[in-house]
């Protein structure tokens, strides 16, 4: 893992803004972590995926994350404070980084499946589509090696090549494997409302988080050159190059910050 400059961190959302969040979150990856190519950071599991993306968060921002949320019963904005450390589930080792690709098995309703987790290629492939339900339909049976209709007599085993047609307590049966089997992937947050004392929780979305909170950093350097260049007429690359105590002292002699 490599620390990313300003000028890099602006570079990066530069080539990525237009594209979907899956691309902007492996764009990030992909500068960040050089030492994966951006083959293998596309076939991790969601999971590992935003266990790397924390990582980078942590290294670019520090440990306190916040923001907002709103009470789901009296529509309170609540302020969320949390640490990096609330949303990883285990701490992950860069050097031990898998594929995803380990199959996970599955016996019921006289199935038996084999499949194994979601990664970034399978989201790439829905981000077009409409519906959820369909979407995590399609990802599922991406996601799906083989399905054997096991009936009470073994030789009347046959494997199916369809996998959209599978009842539908089968696909919750597998999503909720894939929940236990990448709990990164599915994090979740507790929270309780001040005003009215309810009490939720919520999947926070680690990828569209980072890439939001990176998205606001890119805007205020940009400003921040901009007010710079027009009040001493220095080059981009040279006020990127300060730190940000320095060109905080120069914004404020030129009463901008
Ligand atoms: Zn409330």
Known sequence: MRNLSAAELIRVWEH?????PVQQALGLLSAAFPEYSMDRLARLGIG?????LLT???RLFGSDLDGMVVCPRCR?????????????VEPIELGAI???????TLRMEGYHVEFRIPNSLDLTSIETGADVNDARRRVLSQCIHSVVRTAEE????????????LPQSLID??????????????TRLAFSCPDCGHAWSATFDIATYVIKEIQRYVKHLLEEVHHLAR??????????????????????????A
């Open 98 to 104: 898998g594929s995803g690709d380990q199959p996970i």
């Open 16 to 20: 990525t803004v237009h594209r979907s």
């Open 76 to 88: 309170q904005r609540i302020e969320l404070n949390c640490k990096v450390s609330d949303l990883r």
């Open 154 to 165: 073994p030789a009347d085993a046959k494997a199916l090549n369809d996998f959209t047609r």
């Open 48 to 52: 590992q995926r935003d266990a790397l």
């Open 56 to 58: 980078l968060r942590e």
């Open 231 to 256: 009040g001493y007429g220095w080059r981009e690359a040279d006020i990127l190059a300060m730190t940000p105590t320095r060109r905080r002292v120069y914004l404020q002699m030129l009463d901008v």
């Open 173 to 186: 049966a597998i999503a909720e494997r894939l929940a236990e089997a990448d709990p990164q992937a599915h």
